[in-house]
Each structure stands twice: as C-alpha cells, then as structure tokens.
C-alpha cells in the first residue's frame, strides 16, 4: 500500500514509518521542514512537504495514497484547544479526500480521561460532545467514517522509550526545575504505558486490517503494553535518575507543583488491550516504562 502519514517525522509517526516500510508498504510521509524531508528520505519513504494548517497539503497528500494515518498533533498545552481544533480540521480535510473511496483512515487519540479511576476498554466511548476536555480526534474520526470512509482510531497511553516517554517527559521537566520528584497523594494512581516502536506495529496492524473491513465502519484499538505503572514508582524512578528526593504532593498543591499537568498527575488511568490483542494478534514485546526509565541518560 502507499500509505500518508501525517505527523511522520515525529517520535512516534516516524516509528510508523520504519514499521510500515519495514513491511513492505510505500509511504509518504509529511514533513515540514529540509531536516525532516531528509530523515524520511534517508528511510526510503516519499516526502510530501507541508504542515498541519496547510489543510490542502493533507487532503492532497491523503488523495494519492492508498490509506491515511493521523500521528501528527502539536503537544504545547499553553494552546491545547487551539491545538485539537487544527486536529479536528486536519481530519476533517484528509477525510474528504478519503470520502466515498472506503480506503481507510487511521486516528491517533488519547485513552487517558475515557474512564478514570478503572481500566478502560476499547469498548468505553468518549462523550460526543465533550465539555471539559476540548480534543475531539475520535469523535471526528467517527463522522468521517459516515462519509464512505473505513476507519481506526488508535489509543495512546504514554508512549515511550529511553528518550521520551509521553508525560513522564513533563515529569521530568518539573522534577529538574524543582529539584524534587513527586507524586500526588499516596502515589497510587496509575497510567498505562506501551513501547514506541509496539505501538507503531499496532499501526501497521490497525491499517492492514482495515482494508478487509466494511466501508464506513469504525475500530478502537488500545496501544497498551502495561495496564497501569504507579505514579510513585515513576517518580521513584526519576528521583534515581536525577539523584534528586521523591516527595508526595497533597491533591489540593498539584496544580501549583505540576503546572498544566496538574490536572493529569493524579489521575488514575489504567488501560486493557485485551481486545486489541484478540483482534489483531498483537503482542508488545518492548521493554516496560521503568525500564527504560532506568536505561535513560538523564545527563543528556
């Protein structure tokens, strides 16, 4: 197949990439910048120049492929719902390209909020009009599979490897700005995690899957290696790595302490790829978030 993919020369798209060309697919893969069209090309994958607000650049990428897959999104929180509207639109144009022809569109979202406080399944639903969180990736994904279109929505947890790790990244951050790793309360909230590189075989999956599948029809699929990690053990391991205290934060100084994360950073959210699993005969076989935790360099 000649597969899109937006997003491509980011931490987790271009490990789609590697992963899609790995398996004998074409891809074209959209790149912004002259350092980003040479890293695609050096793995073999046509660049096609353009960006996330240059909507006719993603419908015109996704019109001379065979499947699209939606990795791009810009994470700068001091924007976020600026930023899910320029996704909600990016969706919106690479699916009228998509319209009517039943070649399917892959979606990246996130599995945090579906189901706090219990692991959530790939049958939980987002509401279809949010009220407290603006990012609407499924949501849109769901109405352009109404226009003709086959359609997957990937979940993330935290995605990682011994160089970023989603919102443990932050984390960090925080933790070398204040010299302490924390935690909130007891530290018994939980995130699920997955492995860079799982997470992209999941992608290549979803895709192969959804071109045996009924033209306007939608799939969830969890990219979920690990069900839950604690938050304490987390900040444990990244007061090892910086040598720095690990230290609990009461709920009601979260927001002081963590910045944006607060609102994230006690948050119980545990996640099952049981079905994703069932279904598309995934297996993660990648080291686990403390893992790669303990093989990061923190002095980088």
Known sequence: MRVFVTGATGFIGFAVAQELIAAGHQVIGLARSEAGAKSLAAIGAQVHRGEMENLESLASGAAMADGVIHCAFNHDFSKFAANCELDRQAIEALGSALAGSGRP???????????????????????????????????????????????????LPQVHDPVKQGFVSSLIAVAREKGVSAYVGDGSARWAAVHRLDAARLYRLALEKATSAQSGTVARYHAVGEEGVFLKEIAEAIGRGLKAP??????????RHFGFLGNFAGLDMPASSTLTQERLRWRPAGPGLLADLAAMNFEA
């Not at 892959?106 to 509401?127: C, F, W």
């Not at 690990?246 to 927001?255: I, K, L, M, R, Y």
């Open 105 to 155: 569109l892959i979606v990246t979202s996130g599995i945090g909020t579906l189901a706090p406080g219990r692991a959530a399944t790939e049958e939980d639903l987002p509401p279809a009009i949010p009220t407290s969180y603006p990012r609407v990736s499924e949501q849109t994904a769901v109405l352009a599979a109404a226009r003709g279109i086959t359609t997957a929505v990937v979940r």
């Open 246 to 255: 690990v230290v609990a934060v009461p709920p009601g100084e979260a927001a």
